[in-house]
């Protein structure tokens, strides 16, 4: 079983470039490519947030299109650049969007393993927050199958990762509610997440709690308190997520024409 993961794909519309530097969406198209050029095809595609840049309906109708290139089914959920109702109308034909009261939450079977999807956003602020409520879906969910592997999967991490501005500019409340509900659920995998625009791992609540890189630009790795909001044009990437045999094995995709393969003598 193969989970690819896209995150922070923030497209705009067309002509615009974020940054004044970078066209998103061609960043997107070109990962759609690599994705579907896969061998073998992912059985899944997830989608962790921040899919455009401001919310519109003709922004989603943009990456709608550019979507339609995967090679399987895919899941979106909204990061702090979304908006929900606009998400909604967009991908009318997404059901599980429809969610759990005004939030993005689901359930989704995949094989063998179970995806949980959270809901971290804080309509027009830029942190996160898993409310009383979300959080009790989430406990409801996971003592429902209590020995069925499960990825947890939401928008903002819920570990500092040094970066002081974007730990600051992401931060999630609710963790530590958070982690004492993962902390009871042995099956949960891993909880994936976006926002971060790196590869991030950190050990939570008895699992693993990671981030995904961006198929567009990336955030410097400045590990300093301070700091000045920007991105850096590292190569863009994004995950792959293997089960087999047990083990959840996650490998993080670079998107680009490199030299090779060679062969070793």
Known sequence: ?????????????????????????????????????????????????????????????????????????????????????????????????????????????????????????????????LCARRLAW????????????????????????GIGWMDRYGLLQGAPELAAIVATHPQVERVLCGHLHRPIQARFAGTLASTCPSPAHQIPLELVPAGVERFVLEPPGYQLHRWADGLLVTHTAVIGDWPGPYRFD
């Open 138 to 161: 989430l406990s409801q969910r996971l003592a429902e199958q209590p020995r069925r592997p499960t990825l947890v999967l939401m928008h903002h991490p819920p570990f500092a990762t």
């Open 1 to 129: 079983m193969l989970i690819a993961q896209i995150t922070d794909t923030h497209v705009g519309l067309p002509g615009e470039l974020t940054g004044g530097v970078i066209d998103t969406a061609a960043c997107l198209q070109r990962c759609v490519q690599r994705v579907a050029a896969l061998e073998p095809a992912p059985d899944l595609v997830v989608l962790t947030g921040d899919l455009v840049d401001r919310g519109s309906e003709a922004e989603y109708a943009r990456l709608r299109e550019l979507l339609a290139g995967l090679p399987c089914p895919y899941l979106l959920m909204p990061g702090n650049h979304d908006e929900r109702g606009a998400m909604r109308r967009s991908f009318a034909d997404h059901a599980y969007l429809g969610g759990f009261d005004e939030f993005v939450q689901f359930e989704h079977d995949q094989g063998p393993l179970r995806l949980l999807a959270l809901d971290t956003v804080v309509p027009g602020r830029t942190h996160g927050a």
